[in-house]
């Protein structure tokens, strides 16, 4: 990672930002022995409680979010403008209610 940055710009990078998949020992270690500070928002080493970051398990998608795409086909919206978008939401959360 901290390789092609050399390569592209020329110039070794003082720091790396990475998500939490790339937050393993290896890529810490190798990083801080070349003097780069690695930042991540999440790593498996800081579980913590009520951090928004981490999760135990994968997120499943809330069938409310869901039903709209898949019952009525509303993948994106038919209308032009805030005003007829609004209207044609509501008109798709009347189906939900009324099913």
């Not at 110039?11 to 990083?31: F, K, S, Y």
């Not at 019952?71 to 978008?85: A, H, T």
Request: glycine fraction near 8%; aromatic fraction near 8%.
């Amino acid at each position: 990672m901290a390789e092609r940055v050399e390569e592209a710009f020329g110039q070794r990078p003082e720091a790396v930002l990475a998500d939490g998949l790339n937050a393993t020992g290896p890529n810490i270690v190798e990083l801080e022995q070349r003097g780069i500070e690695f930042l991540s928002p999440a790593s498996a080493e800081e579980k913590t409680e009520g951090n928004p970051a981490v999760r135990d398990e994968p997120r499943q998608p809330v069938p409310e979010d869901a039903w709209p795409k898949h019952v009525l086909g509303l993948r994106q919206f038919l209308l032009q403008g805030l005003e007829k978008v609004r209207t044609e939401w509501l008109w798709a959360c009347t189906g939900y209610n009324l099913r």
